[in-house]
């Protein structure tokens, strides 16, 4: 049981690590201007993409920006959504590179929203769940089996998140780089940016694997 708290510990770490770095990128790449604000730039990249029905909508926080399927929206925090440099402009790309994937049938992104009422119900309940499973291993698993199913669901869901933001990236630069938004080298700040951004998609799936395989243990243990 060391070696896995240990793999928590270092999970944990590393998760603060790539949130510190991506918040400093952003920091930096912020202090780059251009010529258009981040919802200018998401309403030229959805008029290039021939996407009229979704709304851009600014709302509070830092680094809140989505995009809603449900409602067809591409929600930009305050400071993208004002502001007129790289790192807004890579951001504001972004989502709305979600919402080209919607709006083309992106395999991806229809099978996360799939998973995304299962996910909602099951994050209510699955940490009573496991907690009680873990309880009552001896006396009553198939609770915690049944807890197990839930937190794959969240699990499957980080996943699956993975290639749905890489490719939303991917849609975001290749725009900006056919629309002339940034210049050579803001094009490699507004990758570097994104990138950064990736990994924290790619340590939620990794330390959401772990946490799976962790109970999963105490499952096969039981006896």
């Given at each position: 049981m060391i070696g896995v708290y240990t793999?928590?510990?270092?999970?944990?770490?590393l998760s603060y690590l790539v949130s510190a770095r991506l918040k400093q990128k952003f920091r930096k790449y912020s202090q780059i201007p251009i010529s258009m604000t981040g919802r200018e730039i998401a309403a030229k990249m959805l008029h290039d993409h021939g996407i009229h029905d979704v709304t851009i909508v600014s709302v509070r926080g830092m680094l809140t920006d989505h995009y809603d399927p449900s409602k067809k929206t591409v929600n930009l925090s305050e400071s993208v959504y004002n502001q007129a440099n790289i790192a807004a402009?890579?951001?504001?790309?972004?989502?709305?590179?979600?919402?080209?994937q919607h709006a083309t049938a992106y395999s991806w992104l229809q099978l996360r929203s799939r998973l995304v009422p299962i996910v909602s119900f099951t994050s209510r309940w699955v940490q009573w769940?496991?907690?009680?499973?873990?309880?009552?291993?001896?006396?009553?698993?198939?609770?915690?089996?049944?807890?197990?199913?839930?937190?794959?669901?969240?699990?499957?869901?980080?996943l699956i998140t993975l290639p749905v933001e890489i490719d939303a990236s991917?849609?975001?630069?290749?725009?900006?780089?056919?629309?002339?938004?940034?210049?050579?080298?803001?094009?490699?700040?507004?990758?570097?940016?994104l990138k950064s951004a990736a990994y924290t998609y790619v340590v939620a799936a990794i330390s959401a694997l772990a946490t799976l395989m962790y109970y999963i243990l105490i499952y096969a243990r039981r006896r």
């Amino acid at each position: 049981m060391i070696g896995v708290y240990t793999l928590f510990g270092l999970i944990t770490l590393l998760s603060y690590l790539v949130s510190a770095r991506l918040k400093q990128k952003f920091r930096k790449y912020s202090q780059i201007p251009i010529s258009m604000t981040g919802r200018e730039i998401a309403a030229k990249m959805l008029h290039d993409h021939g996407i009229h029905d979704v709304t851009i909508v600014s709302v509070r926080g830092m680094l809140t920006d989505h995009y809603d399927p449900s409602k067809k929206t591409v929600n930009l925090s305050e400071s993208v959504y004002n502001q007129a440099n790289i790192a807004a402009a890579a951001v504001a790309a972004h989502e709305c590179g979600h919402a080209v994937q919607h709006a083309t049938a992106y395999s991806w992104l229809q099978l996360r929203s799939r998973l995304v009422p299962i996910v909602s119900f099951t994050s209510r309940w699955v940490q009573w769940v496991l907690l009680a499973g873990i309880i009552l291993v001896q006396t009553f698993p198939q609770l915690l089996l049944a807890g197990i199913i839930m937190f794959a669901a969240s699990t499957l869901f980080s996943l699956i998140t993975l290639p749905v933001e890489i490719d939303a990236s991917r849609r975001a630069l290749a725009w900006m780089k056919r629309s002339n938004i940034s210049t050579e080298v803001n094009q490699q700040y507004a990758k570097d940016a994104l990138k950064s951004a990736a990994y924290t998609y790619v340590v939620a799936a990794i330390s959401a694997l772990a946490t799976l395989m962790y109970y999963i243990l105490i499952y096969a243990r039981r006896r």
